[in-house]
């Protein structure tokens, strides 16, 4: 726990080989879960987790995600996670991030806002309905600037299709959160974008199941950030909206 007591959760994550790439170095979907995973162990504690929700028939959907990466770092590193809720509107439940070393650098900073889903109706509840934290003891956010617009890219970009498998799929009948990051790395290093991204917004609009077709479109702006969209092939709506930012994180410790 941290300075403001149960509001700030901790735990420490070692990078196996399973969390790493070919290089050795943790993958961006690594990073995430292992925040996600902080986020699930801290909601169990708060009293809203997902035993606590599943018993309302509710389940814990992410809607967007934001990471700024630092540094990348390698296989066998400790890793702290940090995470606390920072507020609450409507239908959306806000939390952040910090991940730091052993040595206490920062490694990278992230963002994320969940919802409820009802699970019968497939809707999205209030927030206030199951989320009781007052206001004012919830920490502040780590980003204090807007993050990175999102921008669907032109008819005219690059695009490969891909279909939903078994593996993609997690116990709410959809394609797991996480899986659309992998995806976006197997989708650019098609066309040979296979360096560390330090800035990552993802915000997801729809679910896709088993089985289903999706285009996977982006296009690489003059000042080097990619701009990318996942749409369903049938239908053509939105999946999710991305934006990667190039830019320098550091590899691994000591480069």
């Known amino acids: 726990m941290g300075t403001d007591g149960s509001m700030i959760f901790e735990q420490y994550r070692k990078i196996q080989l399973f969390h790493s790439d070919a290089t ?7 990073l995430c879960r292992f925040a996600q995973e902080s986020a699930g162990g801290h909601a169990e504690r708060l009293g809203f987790g997902m035993k606590q929700l599943a018993a309302q028939n509710t389940a814990w959907v992410l809607r967007e995600q934001a990471m700024r990466v630092s540094r990348y770092p390698a ?14 509107e409507r239908i959306l439940c806000h939390r952040d991030y910090r991940i730091c070393d052993e040595k206490g650098q920062l490694v990278a900073l992230g963002t994320s806002a969940w919802l409820g889903l009802d699970l019968a109706t497939r809707h999205p509840r ?10 004012e003891l ?5 980003f204090d600037q807007p993050l990175p617009s999102l921008q669907v890219p032109p008819d005219d970009c690059l695009a490969d299709i891909r279909t939903v498998r078994a593996s993609d799929m997690d116990g709410l009948g959809h394609m797991n959160n996480l899986r659309y990051l992998d995806w ?9 974008m296979k360096t560390p991204f330090c800035c990552v917004r993802i915000r997801h609009a729809r679910e896709v199941r088993d089985g289903e077709k999706v285009e996977v479109r982006h ?3 003059g000042e080097g950030a990619v701009l990318l969209q996942m749409r369903h092939l049938e239908h053509a709506k939105e999946v999710c909206l991305a934006r990667l930012d190039l830019g320098s994180p550091r590899l691994a410790a000591g480069e």
């Not at 919830?138 to 780590?142: D, E, G, K, R, T």
């Not at 976006?184 to 040979?192: K, S, T």
């Open 184 to 192: 976006i790395a197997d989708h650019l290093a098609l066309f040979g």
């Open 75 to 88: 296989l066998g590193e400790v890793l702290r996670i940090s995470t606390w809720p920072t507020r609450a």
């Open 138 to 142: 919830m920490p502040a956010p780590v």
């Open 24 to 30: 050795g170095r943790i993958t961006l979907a690594a």
């Open 219 to 221: 296009v690489v702006t």
């Open 126 to 135: 209030k927030a206030e309905s199951f989320f009781h934290l007052p206001a």
